[in-house]
């Protein structure tokens, strides 16, 4: 069965530093996103993607993130300068119109 | 794998009608949430409801929780054209453990 995956599946970073975060989407799905989870707390939603743009984006995805689709199989999440409550699990999904979403297992990000 | 399974994968109901959607999880649980996507946009978190409860109630939506059978079921009385949308139950292990979703149910309520 097609899968999301995610890469690296956990990430350790000091503050400040920028890191990157991977995932290959299902081929034919054209709708792409990334959420979030902090430890204990709720999956909150960071941004869609779709048509090569970003097509909704939550008050938490500022200027410290961006999204990319740097060629047609990776969709990539990066965040510029990490902050300690960055710290979370990362989970990138894709859909192939918009609903019926495949998650990825998820990166777990650690700001130190 | 504790993933939620949501049951049926797709529903179409009319205008006024109750949808029920099941949710079926494998391993023991501390919380159970749904949550609502509409279509291209993201999730919409809609209830919690903590391994030691039974029932919780939301405005139109009302959710149980049977731990025995490792099953929850949403329902969403007097359906509206605009709770058209999928419905995902998401359950997590406990403290330190991410939520997982299930692959979610589309509900089309028809006007």
């Known amino acids: 069965e097609p899968e999301v995956t995610q890469t690296p599946s956990h990430q350790v970073t000091q503050m400040g530093q920028e890191v990157i975060l991977r995932c290959v989407p299902i081929?034919?799905?054209?709708?792409f996103y990334w959420y979030r989870q902090i430890l204990g707390q709720k999956v909150e939603f960071l941004v869609s993607f779709y048509n090569n743009e970003i097509s909704e984006k939550s008050e938490i995805f500022d200027d410290q993130f961006s999204v990319e689709r740097p060629d047609g199989s990776n969709f990539t999440l990066k965040i510029r300068s990490t902050k300690l409550e960055d710290s979370a699990m990362y989970f990138c999904?894709?859909?192939?119109?918009?609903?019926?979403?495949?998650f990825g297992s998820g990166t777990r990000l650690t700001v130190v | 794998s504790q993933q939620g399974e949501e049951d049926p994968q797709a529903l179409s109901i009319q205008e006024g009608e109750n949808a029920t959607m099941n949710c079926s999880y494998k391993?023991?649980?501390?919380?159970l949430q749904w949550y609502r996507q509409n279509s291209g946009r993201g999730l919409v978190h809609l209830i919690l409801i903590r391994s030691n409860e039974r029932e919780k109630h939301s405005g139109r939506l009302r959710v149980t929780l049977d731990t025995s059978k490792k099953s929850s079921s949403l329902l969403i009385t007097a359906s509206r054209a605009a709770d058209t949308a999928s419905y995902f139950c998401?359950?997590?292990?406990?403290?330190?453990?991410?939520?997982?979703f299930g692959p979610g149910t589309r509900l089309s309520v028809l006007p």
């Open positions: 081929s034919n799905h054209l709708y």
């Open positions: 998401a359950t997590d292990a406990g403290y330190g453990q991410n939520f997982v």
């Open positions: 391993t023991s649980i501390n919380n």
């Open positions: 999904a894709s859909s192939p119109q918009g609903w019926g979403y495949t």
